[in-house]
T-cell receptor, first 114, second 110 residues
Framework: DVKVTQSSRYLVKRTGEKVFLECVQD?????MFWYRQDPGLGLRLIYF???????EKGDIPEGYSVSREKKERFSLILESASTNQTSMYLC?????????????FGQGTRLTVV | QKEVEQNSGPLSVPEGAIASLNCTYS??????FFWYRQYSGKSPELIMF????GDKEDGRFTAQLNKASQYVSLLIRDSQPSDSATYLC??????????FGAGTILRVKS
């Protein structure tokens, strides 16, 4: 059974803290993604990675960074958390290729910054 | 212009009717197209993918792709109350960038 696992389901952090969100996949997928989801805005892409140590900015990278040191793990870092980063964060992974390159999602991390 | 656009809805249809969901995209280099369903409080799950022009059918679901006009649609036949959810259109752009629309809320009334 395919699996994408996010380290926490719920997190509460203080403004200014450095926050780490971890994501691990066991499908040997090349691509990994971090999204945030807010009501009415759908999934907005923060960063993605198509290979180890490779990263690309998505549509809303400001205030975030990422790390991919191993193929199975993709970390999202909030350098200095702010209240406007309170959101649901979703990690996904997908294979590279043609045809069905379905992205599989983790269970999500609900982050609250106070 | 947003990369992937959807009507946010809600789209309300009676049970047994056909629900029609639409999506347009801006990147002409896009390779593959997906429809995900998301129930409240859950993660998105794949319903259909399509990468060739035309129609693709799977049970009660039909995906339609028109690359020249840059739109993708999803038809749900014989809609059921359990189909009530948010439907997300996703586009795999050149360079493996997977972009989602804002989603359409579907409500099927019994």
């Amino acid at each position: 059974d395919v699996k994408v696992t996010q380290s926490s389901r719920y997190l509460v952090k203080r403004t200014g803290e450095k926050v780490f969100l971890e994501c691990v996949q066991d499908m040997d997928h090349e691509n990994m993604f971090w999204y945030r989801q807010d009501p009415g805005l759908g999934l907005r892409l923060i960063y993605f990675s198509y290979d180890v140590k490779m990263k690309e900015k998505g549509d809303i990278p400001e205030g975030y960074s990422v790390s991919r040191e191993k193929k199975e793990r993709f970390s999202l870092i909030l350098e200095s958390a702010s209240t406007n980063q309170t959101s649901m964060y979703l990690c996904a992974s997908s294979p590279t290729g043609t045809g069905n390159t379905e992205a599989f999602f983790g269970q999500g991390t609900r982050l609250t910054v106070v | 212009q947003k990369e992937v656009e959807q009507n946010s809805g809600p789209l309300s249809v009676p049970e047994g009717a056909i629900a029609s969901l639409n999506c347009t995209y801006s990147d002409r280099g896009s390779q593959s197209f997906f429809w995900y369903r998301q129930y409240s409080g859950k993660s998105p799950e794949l319903i259909m993918f399509i990468y060739s022009n035309g129609d693709k059918e799977d049970g009660r679901f039909t995906a339609q792709l028109n690359k020249a006009s840059q739109y993708v649609s999803l038809l749900i036949r014989d809609s059921q109350p359990s189909d009530s959810a948010t439907y997300l259109c996703a586009v795999l752009e050149y360079g493996n960038k997977l972009v989602f629309g804002a989603g359409t809320i579907l409500r099927v009334k019994s």
